[in-house]
């Protein structure tokens, strides 16, 4: 059975500093995983995703996250934080299950990024 | 990528009343659909496993009674919130797998529910 586990509740980082996300996951098989970021009252948006192809996985906005398998997780980070960036963002794994495939997601982090 | 229409994106429904939310697969086939509801400041709990021509797989401690998921076709599927109540109230996404391995899910825009 897959499970998400991201780290963090909360970050807080000035702007123009790097930002850390922690994930860790666990799959019975080979998992696709993902990093979605959500503003207020908004839909979901896609920021990079894992399936199986090169490590370091490089998004949108400037975000990327690399896959560890031994380590099991996939971390999001980004050089230098940006006011927009704040948001909650979800780390998600999609992996094959009884029935088919199935998509978890993590608990969420709250960013909040400071002037 | 595939585009997942959900529909509609508001509505606002009295108690008592039931609603119908639309998810439907706009480019694409999708075998699996899922729904999930989304608590004020919460992340996304999987509500159950839409699969076309069969059964929902309903998640522990969700009504299936209250809940309903039809997947009539590859293309669509609906979850309808029966006899809403306030407590009713929240934000309900779809999500769609394709047909091909290791596929990403796709997500609905999202549907906020405010049962009065």
């Known amino acids: 059975a897959q499970s998400v586990t991201q780290l963090d509740s909360h970050v807080s980082v000035s702007e123009g500093t790097p930002v850390l996300l922690r994930c860790n996951y666990s799959?019975?098989?080979?998992?696709?995983l993902f990093w979605y970021v959500q503003h207020p009252n908004k839909g979901l948006q896609l920021l990079l995703k894992?399936?199986?192809?090169?490590?370091l996985v490089k998004g949108i906005n400037g975000f990327e996250a690399e896959f560890k398998k031994s380590e099991t997780s996939f971390h999001l980070t980004k050089p230098s934080a940006h006011m927009s960036d704040a948001a909650e963002y979800f780390c998600?794994?999609?992996?094959?299950?009884?029935?088919?495939?199935?998509?978890?997601f993590g608990a969420g982090t709250r960013l909040f990024v400071k002037a | 990528g595939a585009v997942v229409s959900q529909h509609p994106s508001r509505v606002i429904c009295k108690s008592g009343t039931s609603v119908k939310i639309e998810c439907r697969s706009l480019?694409?086939?999708?075998?699996?659909m899922f729904w999930y509801r989304q608590f004020p400041k919460q992340s996304l709990m999987l509500m159950a496993t839409?699969?076309?021509?069969?059964?929902?797989?309903?998640e522990q401690g969700v009504e299936k009674d209250k809940f309903l998921i039809n997947h009539a076709s590859l293309t669509l599927s609906t979850l309808t919130v029966t006899s809403a109540h306030p407590e009713d109230s929240s934000f309900y996404i779809c999500?769609?797998?394709?047909?091909?391995?290791?596929?990403?899910?796709?997500f609905g825009q999202g549907t906020r529910l405010t049962v009065v």
């Open positions: 999500s769609a797998n394709g047909m091909w391995e290791y596929t990403e899910a796709f």
């Open positions: 799959s019975s098989y080979s998992p696709s």
């Open positions: 894992y399936t199986s192809a090169a490590t």
């Open positions: 998600v794994v999609s992996d094959q299950s009884t029935g088919g495939f199935k998509t978890i």
């Open positions: 480019d694409f086939q999708a075998t699996t």
């Open positions: 839409s699969n076309e021509g069969s059964k929902a797989t309903y």
